[in-house]
């Protein structure tokens, strides 16, 4: 069985200062875990994923994630937010499953404030 | 490369008509999903395919139906449509040259409203 949960719904930050999204999952293997962001009105984008090799995992614009297993954690972060990250991001968890079967985060909307 | 194309964009219906959801892949992905996204509960599973002639139902299969008849094409099927269907349905797909890869590539979404 597997479950992820975004500890916040909403996360407002000011441009120029440093993102943290939050994401704690569980998982009964070894997971592989991912955070795709979504700006309005279109589809699904990955931004990085882990799948057992190196713990910090860098992604796309800036975006990087740490994959904590005493914590459960794969929080994203980012230094500097940028008005273009203004989007809805998901983080996901998978595991073993004949059809590679993942679990959504309820997501988590990042506002970026001029 | 397209990768994962859906049609339509929007679509109005009335309660108890029915329509085609097209979804097309041009990766040669083995896997292909269909989601639907309601406000704040994330994306649920409604059918999956693990290859042509293949599929099978995910979390919220009811009022929905799938076929495979190709590696590329996964159209998902309303039938007799319901309010509770008013949602955004994405289509994606996933290769399996590694079983931990789990790396989703979605199409844009189809807006669906049933009045």
């Known amino acids: 069985a597997q479950s992820v949960t975004q500890l916040d719904s909403h996360v407002s930050v000011s441009e120029g200062t440093p993102v943290l999204l939050r994401c704690n999952y569980s998982s009964s293997y070894s997971p592989s875990l991912f955070w795709y962001v979504q700006h309005p009105n279109k589809g699904l984008q990955l931004l990085l994923k882990y799948t057992s090799a190196a713990t910090l995992v860098k992604g796309i614009n800036g975006f990087e994630a740490e994959f904590k297993k005493s914590e459960t954690s794969f929080h994203l972060t980012k230094p500097s937010a940028h008005m273009s990250d203004a989007a809805e991001y998901f983080c996901?968890?998978?595991?073993?499953?004949?059809?590679?079967?993942?679990?959504f985060g309820t997501g988590t909307k990042l506002q970026v404030i001029p | 490369n397209a990768g994962v194309t859906q049609t339509p964009k929007f679509r109005i219906l009335k309660i108890g008509q029915s329509m085609t959801l097209q979804c097309t892949q041009d990766?040669?992905?083995?896997?292909m999903y269909w989601y639907r996204q309601d406000p704040g509960m994330g994306l649920k599973l409604i059918y999956y395919?693990?290859?042509?002639?293949?599929?099978d139902k995910g979390e919220v299969p009811n009022g929905y139906n799938v076929s495979r008849s190709t590696t590329e094409d996964f159209p998902l099927r309303l039938e007799l449509a319901a309010p509770s269907q008013t949602s955004v349905y994405f289509c994606?797909?996933?290769?399996?040259?590694?079983?931990?890869?789990?790396?989703?590539?979605f199409g844009p979404g189809t807006r669906l409203t049933v009045t």
């Open positions: 994606a797909s996933s290769e399996t040259k590694t079983a931990s890869s789990y790396e989703q590539y």
């Open positions: 996901v968890v998978g595991g073993k499953g004949g059809y590679q079967k993942v679990t």
């Open positions: 395919s693990v290859g042509a002639g293949i599929t």
């Open positions: 990766m040669n992905h083995n896997y």
